[in-house]
């Protein structure tokens, strides 16, 4: 079978675009993964952090106040005269606006309760030391216990705290004094301590991340340093170096990639010697008939008795009968054996490997009868047809549905069931039978060509499918054949996902064993 010509590899109908190489790389997908995680973590830790800082300098801070405060309130004393007093309150002054002068202040106020009443918060304030006028806290907070509050004095924010107490009047029963003991400082320093620990926060994240980027960049260049080396080296070597790549120092997750490329290399490398081979053998096969044509050609041309000059036209009519069913072979087996004539997309063809048979045993009756062979047939649903068929179909098929349903080719189980049949023909003697039978097997389809020939010794059936194999022990005369016929039918076989067996034919003629059966298997197609 010639092989259908094929579209330009620039034709629009097969052309495809290139496949574009990512927009990212390994580099920026694993930073685009990492990075942010990284610094959502480093921000909610450094914002817990913060503020956990945040509260220790306020209660620091606060801390700071109260001792003054404290201080003041345990020197509040009533003299003798029913005055309130502090004792040695410029100590404690001194003391609390040592380490920073301004916005600083102190205040002791007090208020008299009358006999017998409540306190009255609108009562005049007698300040006692200090500076009056700073703010007091929303509500009255409960004797002995500080409270701690924002305000501002003076147009500065201040920090507060204050402690309220009642003192009583020793000399005068029933006379009590309500003390508010404030003391106050700037939210200046506490601000920028704060700022200063959220600049830190921010300025330890930032390196956090800017190594961790860093890094990565390094690893994952570190990482491919290898398959760099394997670029240049693919880059560097000669076109016909085929020797598979060095996978040493690969990491282990490319390791497989490394392999399935030098499986593809060793695939590519078996086809190139492949085809170096048939190369060899196809031209060593034409030289020969090409050598007789030409001696024929010869002696035609010298020969002037015209009886002789026409039997040498007859042979080389006859020698380019066989070339040119040579040259078709070596055509088939080409097509057979090319890797890239992928099937098209979508759904398999269907063929009907019970109709193919049936045509090909049409297609040789001919040369049956001229051999005087009987060439019989028998239909996948138990109809038997011999070689005295006049090419109508004896049972009537009148149904469109496939009888044996197999997804192949169905020029391509042509040629192989053709070329099943032809080898039996030629090697089966004359008034020799032949039969070709169609049959289900479970889940298979099978087409069996069976002869009555000499059949083939069980330790060379697989030798007679290499290329150019040859019987010379056979006296039919079938060893001047080019030794593709099996070769090709069982390249067809494969391509199709089927197979192809030979085993004794065992038929009635050879009861002692003998003849040559060829069984062609394929996966029945699921209804």
Not at 148 to 157: L, T
Request: overall charge negative; hydrophobic content about 40%.
């Amino acid at each position: 079978m010639v092989p259908q010509p094929r579209p330009a590899p620039d034709s629009p109908a097969k052309a495809t675009e290139a496949p574009q190489p990512q927009r990212f790389g390994i580099r920026a997908r694993l930073l685009a993964l990492l990075l942010p995680g990284i610094v959502a973590l480093l921000a909610l830790d450094s914002w817990n952090d913060y503020q956990t800082l945040t509260d220790s300098l306020v209660v620091a801070y606060d801390q700071s106040l109260l001792e003054p405060v404290q201080a003041l309130a345990n020197g509040i004393v009533v003299a003798s005269d029913g005055s309130v007093r502090v004792q040695e309150p410029f100590s404690i002054q001194a003391m609390f606006e040592s380490t920073r002068l301004r916005y600083k202040y102190l205040h002791v106020g007090v208020q008299r309760i009358p006999k017998g009443e409540a306190l009255d918060v609108n009562s005049p304030e007698t300040t006692l030391m200090g500076v009056p006028g700073l703010p007091r806290p929303a509500q009255r907070p409960p004797d002995g216990t500080p409270v701690f509050y924002d305000a501002e004095h003076e147009g500065h924010p201040v920090r507060v705290a204050a402690l309220r107490q009642t003192v009583y009047d020793n000399v005068h029963p029933g006379v009590a004094y309500s003390v508010l003991i404030q003391a106050a400082e700037g939210t200046g320093p506490r601000a920028r301590a704060q700022a200063e620990t959220l600049r830190q926060e921010v300025l330890r994240d930032t390196r956090m991340v800017l190594v961790t980027a860093l890094l990565v960049w390094l690893g994952v260049a570190w990482t491919l340093r290898p398959l760099e080396r394997l670029r240049r080296s693919l880059r560097e070597r000669p076109r016909d170096d085929l020797t598979p790549l060095d996978a040493g120092g690969v990491p282990r997750e490319v390791a497989p990639l490394v392999d399935a490329v030098n499986h593809h290399i060793a695939g590519h490398r078996r086809m190139v010697a492949e085809q170096s081979q048939f190369l060899a053998d196809a031209s060593h096969q034409l030289r020969t008939p090409l050598s007789i044509l030409s001696i024929q050609a010869g002696y035609a041309v010298r020969e002037t008795d015209p009886a002789r000059m026409r039997e040498s036209l007859h042979a080389i009519v006859a020698q380019l009968a066989r070339t040119r069913r040579l040259s078709e072979q070596l055509l088939a087996l080409a097509h057979a054996t090319t890797g890239d004539e992928a099937a098209p997309a979508g759904e398999p063809a269907i063929a009907d490997l019970n109709a193919i048979a049936r045509g090909v045993v049409l297609q040789y009756l001919p040369l049956a009868r001229e051999n005087d062979q009987d060439l019989g047939w028998v239909d996948a649903r138990g109809d038997i047809v011999g070689d005295e068929a006049d090419g109508t179909d004896e049972a009537g098929d009148d149904d469109d549905a496939p009888v044996l349903p197999v997804a192949a080719n169905a020029a391509e189980l042509h040629e192989v069931l053709a070329n099943l049949v032809h080898n039996a023909i030629k090697y089966t003697p004359r008034g020799g039978n032949i039969t070709v039978t169609v049959r289900r097997e479970a889940s298979h389809a099978l087409a069996e060509v069976c002869d009555s020939g000499p059949g083939i010794a069980p330790e060379r059936r697989e030798s007679v499918f290499e290329r150019f194999h040859r019987d010379t022990s056979s006296t039919t005369g079938a060893a001047q054949g080019a030794g593709l016929g099996l070769t090709i039918a069982r390249s067809y076989a494969r391509r199709n996902g089927g197979e192809i067996e030979l085993s004794n034919a065992d038929m009635p003629e050879r009861p002692n064993g003998g003849g040559l059966r060829a069984t062609l298997r394929l996966p029945l197609r699921a209804a």
